[in-house]
C-alpha cells in the first residue's frame, strides 16, 4: 500500500487509517483480482518474444522488457476482456501486443528525445547505441503485429494500428504556447490524448473485443480507456513538478528543463502574475536554469492542484463510462485503477 | 527498352538486336502482362492511406510515396496472386503493404546511416528532421499493418511481420571481414537474405496465399521470391561498382565509401594479388580516399564477373522453383522480372 502525501505526513503507527484515503497500488488490484497468473504469461510470452537471431536485438530486447513498467495497458485489456466471456489465450495476444507497442514507442521516443534514463535505467540507445534503439524499436512493432495475426476479429489489429498512427501524430504536434489559454488546453489535450490515450484506449477496446463486447459495449470502453489515459498523463505531468528523482526514474522538472508545456504550467501561468510565469507565458520556453523557482511558482499559482482537479473530473468521466456494467470483481478492479491512477507517486 | 552494357558499345540505328539479348524494362513486363492498371490502383491507394491529420507526416508520408521507386514488390504481390484464383481488391492490399513496409525500412535505413540522397532526391530526415523520419517510418509501419487487417488469411501479416523481423536483424548483422572467402560469403548472404530478400519473399508468398495456393506452392514462391531477391541484391552491389550518379541517383562507389562490403568485393580479393586488394583484405575498411583505385581493382580482377555469374545461377534457382505452374502470362511475367533483375542499369 502506498499511502497519499497527505497521510505520509501522520504517524502511522497504530493508527488505523480510513480506507477510502489510501490509495491501491497496482499489485493490490491485481491481487483482489486474481489476475496475477494472467500477467505472469504475459510477461514470460514478452520474455519469449523478444528472443532474436540478432544478438544486439536479443539483449536489447531483453533489457527493455526486463525494464517492466506497471503492465498497466496489459491489465486493462485483460480486465476489460473479463468485463465480456473471457478467455486467456485469446486476450493474452492483445495484452502482450499492447505492451510490446507501448515498449517500442518509449524506445523510439527515448531515441528522438536523447533522453539518458528511463525508470532509473539507462536508455537503450544510450547503452547500445541509435541504430540498435532505432531496429528494436522496429522489431517491437513487428512483434505486436506478429502476435495479433492469429486473432479472428480483424477491429482488434485496426485498433492497434491506428492508435499507433495516432501516436505517432501526437509525438510531432508539442504544446507551442501558454497562452490564451484555450488555445494551450487543445494542444495540451490533443497531444496528451494522441501520445498517451490512444495507447489506454486500443487496450480497453481490444479488451472488449476479444470479450465478445457489443458495439455499445467497445464504445463505453473507448470512452473509458481514452479519459483513464488522459488523466493518467496528467498525473504524469503533475509527478514531475512534486515527485523526485528517486520515485520517478529521471530527474524531477525533467519537462521544464526540456521544454516541455504540460497542465500544471498551462494553469499557473493563468492564474498568476509573478514575473517568473509572466515571463514564461511570452516566451513559451522555460529557462533551464530557473526549472527549481518555476515549480515553486506553479505550485504556489495553484497550478497543481487546478491540474489534479482536471484529472478526477476526467475520471469521473471515465468512471461514468462503465455504469451499465454488471458489478464484478474485474469491473471493480476497472474502478480501483482509477483511483490508483489519480493517487500514484510513482 | 534499356539494352544491357554490351549492346551500348554497338552502333544500334539500323541494327535488329536479337530478343535474348535486349533486356526487358519493368514497364514493358507491365504493360505485357496488363498490370499496370492494378498497380495504379495500388499508387492510389498508397497516397490516399498516407493522409494524416500529422502536417508533417502527411507532408514527409508524401514525399516519401512520390519518390516512386519500381513498386517490384507489390509486382510480386499480384502477379504471384494471379498464378491462383485472381482477386485485386485482395490482392492490392498485402500489395501496398509490402511497398509502405519497404518505404519505411529505406527512410529508417538512410535515418542510421545519415544517407543524404536516395533515388535521386533528398532523404526524408536530410530535408525535415530526424525526428520526422523515425516518424514517418513508424506510421508507415502502422498503415501497413492496418492494411492486412481485413485479410482473414491469418498466414498473410505472420509473413510480412516475420520479414520486417528478419529485416532488422539483417540491418544489425553487416558483413565484417572479406578473408576467409568463406567467412565473407556466410556473412553477405545472410545479410542479403535477410535485408533484401526477407521482403521479395513475403510479397511473393502473400501473393500465392491470397490466390489460393496450396502448402506446396507457397514454398515454390518462398525459393522464387528469396533467390530473386539475393539475385537483385547483388545485382545492385555490383551497379554502385559500374553505374554512375545519374543512374544511381547517388554516388557511385557508395559502399566502398561507407565501409559495406559487398560481393564483388568480397570475390576480387579472393581471385587477385594486386596490393590494393591485399590491403582491404587485412584491414576490411575500404580506405576512402581511393574508391576509384578499387573501383578498378575489383573490375580487373574479375570480382564483378563472378558476382555477376553467381546472380545468373542464384536466378536460375529462383526460375526452377516456378516449373509446375501452368504457363500463363503472370508466370511468363515473373519469368521476365528475372532478366529485367538481372540486366537492369538501375
Known amino acids: 500500500m502506498v499511502t497519499t502525501t497527505l497521510q505520509r505526513a501522520l504517524p502511522t503507527s497504530g493508527v488505523s487509517l480510513p480506507v477510502q484515503v489510501v490509495a491501491p497500488t497496482l499489485s493490490d488490484i491485481i491481487e483482489r483480482a486474481a489476475l496475477a497468473d494472467d500477467l505472469a504469461l504475459v510477461e514470460r510470452t514478452m520474455v519469449e518474444r523478444t528472443a532474436s ?8 530486447g531483453a533489457y527493455t522488457v526486463s525494464a517492466g513498467g506497471k503492465r498497466l495497458r496489459a491489465a486493462l485489456v485483460l480486465l476489460a476482456a473479463r468485463l465480456g466471456s473471457y478467455d486467456l489465450e485469446r486476450a493474452a495476444r492483445p495484452a502482450v501486443a499492447i505492451e510490446l507497442l507501448h515498449a517500442a514507442s518509449l ?9 539518458l534514463r528511463r525508470r532509473g535505467r ?4 544510450a547503452r547500445w547505441d541509435r541504430h540498435v534503439a532505432l531496429m528494436v524499436g522496429d522489431y517491437f512493432f513487428a512483434l505486436a503485429a506478429n502476435e495479433l495475426a492469429a486473432e479472428p476479429d480483424p477491429r482488434i489489429i485496426r485498433f492497434y494500428a491506428d492508435a499507433a498512427q495516432t501516436v505517432v501524430e501526437g509525438e510531432l504536434r508539442p504544446v507551442t504556447q501558454l497562452e490564451p489559454m484555450s488555445v494551450a488546453l487543445e494542444q495540451y489535450f490533443y497531444k496528451t490524448g494522441a501520445k498517451t490515450a490512444a495507447l489506454f484506449e486500443a487496450a480497453c477496446k481490444a479488451g472488449i473485443a476479444v470479450g465478445g463486447g457489443t458495439a455499445e459495449q467497445v464504445e463505453a470502453l473507448e470512452r473509458f480507456g481514452y479519459n483513464l489515459g488522459v488523466a493518467f498523463q496528467i498525473i504524469d505531468d503533475i509527478l514531475d513538478f512534486t515527485s523526485n528523482e528517486t520515485a520517478l526514474g529521471k530527474p524531477a522538472g525533467n519537462d521544464l528543463r526540456e521544454g516541455t508545456l504540460t497542465l500544471p504550467l498551462i494553469y499557473a501561468v493563468a492564474q498568476s502574475d509573478a514575473p517568473l510565469l509572466r ?9 533551464p536554469t530557473q526549472v527549481p523557482q518555476l515549480i515553486e511558482a506553479v505550485i504556489a499559482a495553484g497550478g497543481i492542484s487546478r491540474a489534479l482537479d482536471e484529472a478526477r473530473q476526467i475520471v469521473q468521466q ?15 478492479a476497472l474502478y480501483d485503477i482509477c483511483d490508483f491512477v489519480l493517487q500514484r507517486q510513482v
Chains 1, 2 share one sequence.
Open 107 to 115: 524506445v523510439h521516443d527515448d531515441l528522438v528525445d536523447h533522453t
Open 53 to 60: 537471431r540478432s544478438r544486439p536485438i536479443a539483449a536489447a
Open 318 to 332: 471515465a468512471q461514468s463510462a462503465l455504469a451499465h456494467f454488471p458489478p464484478t470483481g474485474a469491473l471493480q
Open 279 to 287: 515571463e514564461v507565458a511570452r516566451t513559451a520556453r522555460p529557462n
Open 122 to 125: 539507462v536508455t537503450v540507445h
